[in-house]
């Protein structure tokens, strides 16, 4: 239903004689729309106040596009309305304001949500080789242990490691229908779906690709591929702040993001950055906290001990400083890293340390999840409750 605007008018004769009616003003502006918008000039309330006297006419305007070339049309359709429509002689002012929207609030969810996926966690890293990959592989496998189904995006898209953590490299996608269009169907393993570029690629191909064109992969994985009902998805990015990072989060409602760091300064310093990334006023995307990686090297043979090679607590005292929650640590364990190469990730061993430390991981980030879920509004909130170890969805 369109909104009743009320437009001042004064009409009054001038010495020629001529009067123009504020009608037959409003009606010529009423074949007008404005740019961005979808009804006319009138109708819309972009149209604020109008007065004439005489052969005089001043139209008041307020339009939301900031462009000089919006604001030069809108003037330019005005004046030929009101001298085809009205008068040919008419003296014509026109003020034009520009108002434009306001800025997204804080909690507001950004990018185009996919119907069936309640929570979207990004797993990022301000540098490469901290097992960003690993934690994310290994959160999955914890998270659908846990009862939840979860899916994986490797967006990763020159450096793609999913298919050969969870052994399905040589696995293609499939082709199926839903409503009448064709979508990708993820590839499957140990209860988590996967889709990656890795699946479309050889492996002694390197990815030669721009922003744009890394993008649209990206895109066509994430909007053109048949997810299901999903609890979790996790989204595997590069390392650093880039183009992908920032096409991910204009596409994507991500609920929050993860930072996974080693104890050492200059990975610190890069996990810094990549916290201070999803902060920026302009993205705003929760940071649930960081995770450190690497934390300490236990030896097989004497399991007790603790070797802090790469110093002590680091990523501890970066999410202390920071003011986010430190979700945990992760020991340097060579089974970790044999897991992963023999595509059967490390937290799926039962009875271990690494499963232990995963489990308490996850459990982290699900209750941060939930503290995060607490300000979206009821019909996008995804309530999760923690028992015993075991957690559970409710819708």
């Known amino acids: 239903m369109l909104q009743t605007h009320k437009i001042a008018v004064l009409s009054l004769q001038n010495s020629s004689g001529m009067k123009l ?14 740019p961005g918008e979808g009804q006319n000039m009138v109708a819309s309330g972009a149209v604020k106040n109008v007065m004439t006297f005489g052969d005089e006419v001043i139209v008041d305007i307020t339009i939301a596009n900031p462009s000089l070339q919006a604001k030069k049309k809108t003037e330019v359709e005005i004046l030929k309305a009101i001298h085809e429509k009205v008068y040919e002689k008419a ?6 304001k520009v108002d434009t929207p306001t800025v997204t609030p804080k909690n507001t969810i950004k990018g185009k949500a996919i119907p069936g996926i309640k929570n979207i966690i990004a797993v990022a890293s301000g540098k490469g ?15 659908a242990k846990m009862g ?3 899916g994986i995006l490797d967006a990763d898209i020159y450096g793609p490691s999913m298919p050969i953590m969870f052994d399905v490299e040589n696995e293609r996608p499939l082709a199926v229908t839903i409503d009448g269009k064709s979508k990708m169907k993820p590839v499957e393993n140990y209860g988590v779906k996967i889709l990656s570029i890795g699946f479309f690629t050889q492996p002694n ?15 066509q994985m994430i909007f053109d591929a048949h997810w299901g009902e999903l609890d979790f998805m996790l989204i595997d990015l590069p390392p650093g702040t880039g183009d992908i990072h920032l096409s991910i989060m204009q596409s994507l409602p991500i609920t929050g993001a993860v930072v996974v760091s080693t104890p050492q300064n200059v990975a610190l ?10 902060q920026q006023e302009s993205i705003n995307v929760p940071v649930l906290g960081i995770i450190e ?15 802090y090679i790469f110093g002590q607590e680091g990523a ?9 929650r430190f979700l945990g640590e992760i020991p340097l364990i060579q089974s970790i890293r044999e897991a992963g190469d023999l595509g059967r990730p490390a937290a799926m061993q039962t009875a271990t340390l690494l499963e232990k430390a995963f489990e308490k991981i996850t459990q982290n980030v699900v209750e941060e999840v939930v503290k995060r879920n607490d300000d979206l509004p009821p019909t996008e909130a995804i309530k999760i409750t923690t028992m015993a170890g075991c957690s559970a969805v409710k819708k």
């Open 21 to 34: 009616e504020k009608q037959d003003i409003l009606n010529a502006l009423e074949t007008i729309t404005v």
């Open 91 to 96: 003296k014509i002012t026109i003020n034009v």
């Open 129 to 143: 080789g901290v097992g960003k990959s690993t934690v994310t592989a290994n959160l999955a496998v914890t998270l």
């Open 148 to 150: 939840f189904n979860v």
């Open 205 to 219: 191909q390197a990815v030669v690709w721009r922003g744009p064109m890394a993008a649209k992969a990206l895109n």
């Open 269 to 278: 310093a890069d996990a810094k950055k990549g916290v201070a990334m999803f």
């Open 293 to 307: 990686n690497m934390a300490y090297f236990t030896p097989e043979e004497l399991p007790d001990n603790k070797y």
């Open 316 to 324: 501890r005292n970066l999410a202390a400083d920071l003011n986010v």
